[in-house]
Each structure stands twice: as structure tokens, then as C-alpha cells.
């Protein structure tokens, strides 16, 4: 089977190819193709795959190409993992909005709708290809903001395009590891949106622990969230919120710590990752090992500015080798290729799920896998507190899909104002200019 990689040259692609050599079983990926519009980061990543690879006999064949209909031509699976507009895109989103004493995250809030309004019609117009050149390939989208553009992808390829996002599956098990539950056979009934969802239920053995793990400090400080929000936060709020919400539930604070800071967290990447591309240029025989060093850092520094305002300490060393959305990819291709029927948290169509939604939106839930794609569970309906703030957000998804389709300024606008961590629509409007001022691909928004 062909995996085509969209985005082949980002730094994390070596992680997916890692869990495809860990893959021994029948009828699995022989084939990997990457896909970037840059020549140089797919000759560092194709290095570093090259070395990966080394020590297995049958490694699935990579091929590095710049065509993206030669890329998907007999794909199988098409993992899309794009960033529109580099990291140097990134650092824009940040601090623009930082500028503006607005939260300027990667996806969430105002970086997360600049983010979006350049990457959608990219994302469309590969949705399109796609549909034309490998019409039955399953894709998997990773491409941030992960249900925004998944939800935007469907016209065009239905139920067969599906979102991932490591979060919810990392929560559950580090809940479910904290009473000491074998997280494999754990259910968690976790529902809303990508970046904004809510752990409510550890369904194990028949009975829910979600109650015995809040009614124990010590079992609840001992995993990340746990620090991250306190004990007290999350006894008041009945469930465990996805570390994203931490930007809206200490709004005022996470800003003032990443003002605070010299770099932001896109700038911080985008001078570890040049480097790191610069120097697997001079010295491709050691890409493997400078890769290996880079992503160390890199994960060790994740969210440190929410970590440092709750006092939560480093990360977890037993999550970060537990694996991420490349344990997520590998277990949805293998659920699809083989009928191996797998309970996933996926970005799906709503499908009547969550009743305050539409069919047709795009949520984060359990689902059920197997040959005919993905299916939504049934999960416990939200909060009034939790429904209002996922209706709110999917608000600002759809005009920003809107948006991005139309190159109206004011749907743009509208997107900016609706956001619950922007509190003025006159600071909407500025955002929005300065956005249009320094991302050439916004200028169909300028006013």
C-alpha cells in the first residue's frame, strides 16, 4: 500500500515513518511518498527517513517528490500535515495579536482564525485534486486547525477525509494510567472540538472512575492536566478539559506570561528548526542524530508558559514515549486497510452525536473503525457551559471556512469578533488589518 505525505518535508514526518517501521503486520504501507513545495526540507527529511530505515530489511521505499498530482496518483492513504505559509507565518499569527494584547496561540483565537483563513484554500484545492486523482484514498488530516479544515475538506471528499489530533487520546490515558486502569481497555467519553474538548467519563470494567479520580487530589496531580488546572478547577467543573482550554480558563495570565517572553513559541521553532535544516544540509550523514536532538528540545519546551503558570512542572516523560498522532495515524490506517475494528477519538461529522450541533459539523468524539471508515459513538451530551463555548467557536470555524471561500472582508471580520478571547470588535478589525499588513496571502481581505 502508498502512503502519500502532504507537508513531506515538516520536521515531525519522521515520527509517522517511525510507527510504519514499528508496523510488522500483513498489508502494510511498502510505499511512502513526500510531498513539499520545498526541495531543500525534503532532502533533510529524506535523509533522516533513509537512516531510520537503516536497521530494517523491508522498509517501506520513500519518495521524495515537488509534484503534488504525481505525489497522489495510486495513493492509498494520504496523511495531510501542510502549514501554509511556514513558520514564519506562525510567528505573524503571534505577534500580531500579542501586539494587540490578544492571545496570539497557534490555534486558538486570533492566530488560530489567521491561521485558517491561508490555509483553507490550499487545503480545498488539494481536497480537489485528490477527489480527481485518488478518489478512493483515505485522508487523514492533521493539517492545524485540524476541524476547521477538516470540516472544510468534506465537500469534496465526504466521509473520507478524517481529522486526528493526539490530545484527547494522550488525556484519556493519562487519566486512566493516574487509578492505575489499563488505559487499552478504558472507554473515554470525551466530545467537542478540536482544541476544546472535555474528558467526562472513564467507563472501565462496566463503571465510571471519572468520579474516584476527582475525588483524589493525589491521583489527580499526578498527571499533566491534573497540575495544569488544579484540583479544585476540575472538582468544580465535573470533567477534565483538553490542555487547550487552559488558554480560555487562565485567559489573562497566558497572555501576560507569553508577553513575558523573548520568543514566542513560533519563533523559538522557527530558529531551532532553520537551524536544524541548516545544518542537516552541511551534514546529511548525521540528519538522524541532529533530528533525534532537535525534537527532544522541542517536545521537553511544549506549553511551557501554561506549565509554568500552574507550576506543573516538566513534561511527562512517560507521555512523551508513549507516542502521539503518529500512534493515532498508524492505528486509523491499519483499522481501515484491515477491518481491525479500533475505538478512536476522531474529528468526524456529528452525525446527530451531539444534539446542540448539526449533522454536518465537524466534532471531536470516540468513534468506531473498521473497512468502511469511521463512525461516531455515543457519547454524554455537554454542559449547558460547555455547549455554549463549542457552539461559540464552531460560529467563528464556519464564518472562517466562509471566509477563505469568499474573500469577504466582512465574514473575516465577523470571524475575528465572534471569538470569545477577543473581547472588542474594534480590536477584531485591527487584528484583521494587521494580518492582511504582513500575510500576503490575506491581502483579498484588505479594507
Sequence with gaps: ????????????????????????????????????????????????????????????????????????????????????????????????????GVLGQETVGAGGIAYGLRTL?????????????????????FTNPAGMVTEAMLPYLGDRVIGI?????????????????????????????????????????????????????????DFEEGRLFGVEWLRSLG????????????????????????KTRGKFLLEQQSDF????????GDALELWQKTRAERESTYMV???????????????????GYEQVALSLMRAIAHNERASLILNVRNRGTLKHLDDDAVVEIPCTVDANGARPLTVSQLTDH??????????????????????SRATALRAFAWHPLIDSVNTAGKLLDGYVEHLPELAAFRG
Design 1 to 100: 500500500m502508498k502512503l502519500t505525505i502532504l507537508g513531506g518535508g515538516g520536521f515531525r514526518v519522521p515520527l509517522v515513518y517511525q510507527a510504519l517501521l514499528g508496523d510488522r503486520g500483513e498489508g502494510r504501507i511498502t510505499a511512502v511518498t513526500l510531498y513539499d513545495t520545498d526541495q531543500g526540507r525534503l532532502n533533510a527529511i529524506t535523509a533522516v527517513l533513509k537512516q531510520q530505515a537503516l536497521s530494517f530489511v523491508d522498509a517501506p521505499a520513500v519518495t521524495p517528490t515537488t509534484d503534488l498530482d504525481e505525489a497522489l496518483r495510486g495513493a492509498d492513504f494520504v496523511f495531510s500535515a501542510i502549514r501554509v505559509g511556514g513558520l514564519e507565518g506562525r510567528t505573524i499569527d503571534e505577534r500580531v495579536a500579542l501586539d494587540l
Design 121 to 141: 484554500p490550499v487545503a480545498t484545492a488539494i481536497a480537489q485534486r485528490i477527489a480527481v486523482l485518488a478518489p478512493e484514498a483515505w485522508v487523514i488530516n
Design 165 to 221: 489530533c493526539d490530545s484527547p487520546s494522550g488525556l484519556g490515558r493519562r487519566a486512566a494510567l493516574a487509578l492505575g486502569l489499563d488505559a487499552s481497555k478504558t472507554f473515554y467519553d470525551y466530545a467537542g472540538l478540536n482544541h476544546l474538548g472535555w474528558l467526562r467519563g472513564l467507563q472501565y470494567g462496566g463503571v465510571d472512575h471519572l468520579p474516584t479520580l476527582l475525588a483524589n487530589p493525589s491521583a489527580l496531580g
Design 239 to 262: 470533567s477534565i478539559p483538553n490542555e487547550y482550554l487552559h488558554y480560555y480558563y487562565f485567559a489573562r495570565e497566558t497572555l501576560a506570561a507569553v508577553q513575558s517572553v523573548e
Design 277 to 284: 535544516y541548516a545544518e542537516t544540509a552541511r551534514r546529511p
Design 305 to 323: 508558559e501554561s506549565r509554568e503558570i500552574a507550576d506543573a512542572g516538566e513534561r511527562d516523560e512517560r507521555d512523551m514515549s508513549a507516542g
Design 386 to 407: 460547555q455547549a455554549g463555548l463549542v457552539s461559540a467557536v464552531k460560529a467563528v470555524e464556519r464564518s472562517t471556512i466562509e471566509a477563505a471561500a469568499s474573500g
